[in-house]
Each structure stands twice: as structure tokens, then as C-alpha cells.
């Protein structure tokens, strides 16, 4: 599985050097190298450095010229490496099949409470607070990570589900599509964003201060106040919560995508100590991401071929 792993990830390196144009000088260390090397590194779960002794190359990867660690430091952290990385992504993730359902989830990515990391925040987490980064992703039914960010620990998740509505796809039919979430994203501006959003899809999740409605349900003003959206959902849980119940059960999906993540791709709930501050985390998770969907491919590639 590593060898068809590692063609995927190559051939989408080439791929975005060849359409990505640089009107720089020619570096003496290409770019897809630089890119490769990192992709390598983080493959195998090491730090920058690991990558620059020849030692650690092997038949799947084996280049003939290593920049040094300072060159290698400074170049993977350019603006044209980061659109490669970028590029590459989206070319793994558009591989699936067009979907009209989606998930919106996080991860907590932690550090230790110690931690001089400056960008770290403390926040909540099942059980209680933490330090560290939580990874945000909006996840097809096709199990690509379609959007994701990460952000400090204590950024609400309703509110980068509202910055990522944007750039969420649209669905392959408008009629059928739509987005769940657990009850953390039950908020009446995010059921409106995603109405208005490129996915025009209406958001399922669990209703949220149920406890605090009384025998006679919503108060007028209250339901007027919450929008079409969320009145929408809050009658679907009246008249039909076992079909709501169903169609949640389904976002285990995106359960199934984190726990690919951490088992087979080492994205572990703690980060390791060379990732620190929010850009070299936001790069080693995107980094993840992009081996994730490599494996997903060469997973259905090779099912196919067995179907054949």
C-alpha cells in the first residue's frame, strides 16, 4: 500500500509544479523536491531535519541531491511551495465522486499545558480544558475532506463553520443535499450561512437548550427570532424525531475519516514537538490530509482492480 500511496502523492507534486507558474529565479532545489521531502517526513512522522540525511530515503523516495536543513526550513515554508501543497491537496480531494451530503466536525490537537507555543489557547474538550489547536473539517459522504482549517482550542466551532460556509462545495443535487453536525453547531446564523452558502443545504443536528423549552414548545417571538432555517429543523424533531435520529446516525462518517487520521496516518490527538505554532500546524495537518487522501485513492484503486 506505501508504493501506490507514494505514486499518488508524486504524481499530484508533478502535476501542480507543472500548472502552478513560478516567475522566480530557478532554484537549485526544485520545488516538487522540497515539497516531497516534507510530504516524506511527515509520511514517516519526523521533523524537518530527519528529512535532509540521505540515510532516510529509501527505494520509494530517493533523491540525489538534499538541500540543507536551513535551505530546506526556508524554502517549504514559501508562499509557491505552500500553493503546491494546496494544488496537490485539491487535486486527491476532487478525485471522488461529486456528493450532495456532508459532516462538520473537530479534532482537538493538543499540547502540553506547559507549552511556551504561542499560538496555543486553552479550551474546552470532552471531559474538561486543555491546551492546543483543534483541526475544523467539513467531510463528504464520500470520506473526503472537502474543507478544513485548524484554529487555537478556543475558537467556538460555530464560528469557523461560518468562515468555511464559503468555500464549501456545491452539491451534485441541489434537492438532496445536506449537512450534519452534533449539537455544538445548533446556532440560528449557521443554519442561515449554509442556506446561503455555495452548498444551499439545510443543517441537521440535534436541537440544542431543549431542556429549557417548556410544555408548550418554542415561545412565538422565539421561533420568529431563530429564522426559517433552524423553525425547519425544530419541526422536524417534532414530528419525525425517529427520521431525524436515522439520518444522524450517518455522521459517523466523519468519525471514521478521524479515526483513519490518527490510526493509519499518525494525526494523534497530541502533536509531536517540532509542530508548534499555528502555520507549522495548520502545514504538518494539511500535510496528513493529503497522505489521507492518497491512501483513500490507492484503497479504491486497487478494490476497482479486484471488482475487474
Not at 479515526?259 to 494539511?286: D, E, F, N, Y
Request: aromatic share 8%; proline share 6%.
Amino acid at each position: 500500500m506505501d508504493r501506490e500511496i507514494w505514486a499518488n502523492v508524486m504524481t499530484a507534486i508533478h502535476r501542480a509544479c507543472r500548472e502552478l507558474e513560478y516567475s522566480g529565479r530557478t532554484p537549485r532545489f526544485p520545488h516538487w523536491l522540497v515539497v516531497a521531502m516534507y510530504l516524506w517526513s511527515v509520511f514517516h512522522d519526523r521533523c524537518l531535519s530527519w528529512a535532509c540525511e540521505r540515510d532516510h530515503y529509501g527505494a520509494l523516495f530517493r533523491p540525489r541531491k538534499l538541500p540543507s536543513i536551513s535551505q530546506f526550513t526556508r524554502r517549504i515554508k514559501n508562499a509557491h511551495c505552500q500553493k503546491i501543497l494546496a494544488h496537490v491537496h485539491e487535486q486527491l480531494r476532487v478525485s471522488g465522486i461529486a456528493s450532495s451530503t456532508g459532516y462538520l466536525d473537530g479534532k482537538p490537537l493538543l499540547v502540553s499545558p506547559v507549552s511556551k507555543d504561542r499560538d496555543a489557547r486553552s479550551g474546552h474538550i470532552r471531559g474538561g480544558f486543555a491546551k492546543g489547536y483543534k483541526l475544523h473539517a467539513y467531510v463528504n459522504d464520500q470520506r473526503r475532506i472537502c474543507v478544513w482549517t485548524v484554529m487555537p482550542l478556543n475558537v467556538a466551532e460555530q464560528s469557523v463553520a461560518m468562515e468555511m460556509c464559503d468555500y464549501l462545495p456545491a452539491p451534485a443535487a441541489l434537492e438532496e443535499s445536506l449537512v450534519m453536525a452534533d449539537g455544538n453547531y445548533d446556532s440560528h446564523p449557521l443554519h442561515r450561512k449554509l442556506a446561503e452558502s455555495p452548498a444551499r443545504a439545510p443543517l441537521l443536528t440535534p436541537l440544542k437548550g431543549q431542556n429549557r423549552v417548556g410544555e408548550n414548545g418554542h415561545h412565538p417571538v422565539t421561533l420568529r427570532q431563530m429564522g426559517p432555517q433552524r423553525r425547519e429543523l425544530v419541526s422536524l424533531w417534532e414530528q419525525n424525531p425517529d427520521l431525524a435520529r436515522y439520518l444522524l446516525k450517518s455522521r459517523n462518517n466523519i468519525e471514521g475519516v478521524f479515526s483513519v487520521l490518527c490510526v493509519a496516518m499518525g494525526l494523534s490527538a497530541t502533536l509531536p514537538a517540532w509542530a508548534r505554532g499555528l502555520a507549522r500546524v495548520r502545514r504538518w495537518v494539511g500535510a496528513k490530509i493529503i497522505l489521507y487522501h492518497a491512501r483513500l485513492l490507492a484503497q479504491e484503486h486497487r478494490a476497482a482492480n479486484v471488482a475487474a
